[in-house]
Antibody
Framework: EVQLLESGGGLVQPGGSLRLSCAAS????????MGWVRQAPGKGLEWVSL????????YYADAVKGRFTISRDNSKNTLYLQMNSLRAEDTAVYYC???????????????WGQGALVTVSS | QSVLTQPPSVSGAPGQRVTIPCTGS?????????VHWYQQLPGTAPKLLIY???NRPSGVPDRFSGSKSGASASLAITGLQADDETDYYC???????????FGGGTKLTVL
């Protein structure tokens, strides 16, 4: 059974930093791309970042480019999201998700974690 | 403003058929990118409902189906049930943005 468990969420002041982790189990972690999707309170889903199975390819939404860094440790089956220079508009539930698909334009999120709440406020 | 456009809400009576449209452009759906659909129950993580335009993951009832034509796609739900009342999102890949995009979401109400 695929399981994704996020941790590291919390309250942080504007300009601060936070690192999210996502522990994966139930599948061969290094084989699959992984990503982060966020959802602001009462709003829709927004793709944040994605990393290939090997970690050699990383992708970012314009809203977070230059501030967030995605990484993975395949020896620990863990995905990370380092978030710096946080803003109020980054407040959201952050979901870790497993990707499936043959090419970039077929990739979709087939399993999701329960989410981690990040609140940016003074 | 989402790159993929969905109506904020749709409704239907129990047992009826409803469709939820997802309109894209020549840089995403119209460029041949697959469309995928997610169902999100209140307070829970999204769940994959349809992938690759018209494929159902194991366990998803055949009451749910997807289609794609040109730069648009749609999710159809037949035999509406009370527990279908929730939020639905479409998703694709946009080559101009070099990223993955979601529709704004549609809230389905079962009358």
């Amino acid at each position: 059974e695929v399981q994704l468990l996020e941790s590291g969420g919390g309250l942080v002041q504007p300009g601060g930093s936070l690192r999210l982790s996502c522990a994966a189990s139930g599948f061969t972690f290094s084989t699959y791309a992984m990503g982060w999707v966020r959802q602001a309170p009462g709003k829709g889903l927004e793709w944040v970042s994605l990393i290939s199975g090997s970690g050699g390819g990383t992708y970012y939404a314009d809203a977070v480019k230059g501030r967030f860094t995605i990484s993975r440790d395949n020896s620990k089956n863990t995905l990370y999201l380092q978030m710096n220079s946080l803003r109020a508009e980054d407040t959201a539930v952050y979901y870790c998700a497993k990707l499936r698909g043959l090419r970039l334009n077929t990739w979709h999120f087939d399993y999701w974690g329960q989410g981690a709440l990040v609140t940016v406020s003074s | 403003q989402s790159v993929l456009t969905q109506p904020p809400s749709v409704s239907g009576a129990p047992g009826q058929r409803v469709t939820i449209p997802c309109t894209g452009s020549s840089s995403n759906i119209g460029a041949g990118s697959d469309v995928h659909w997610y169902q999100q129950l209140p307070g829970t993580a999204p769940k994959l409902l349809i992938y690759g335009n018209n494929n159902r993951p194991s366990g998803v009832p055949d009451r749910f189906s997807g289609s794609k034509s040109g730069a648009s796609a749609s999710l159809a739900i037949t035999g509406l049930q009370a527990d279908d009342e929730t939020d639905y999102y479409c998703q694709s890949y946009d080559s101009s943005l070099s990223g993955w995009v979601f529709g704004g979401g549609t809230k389905l109400t079962v009358l």
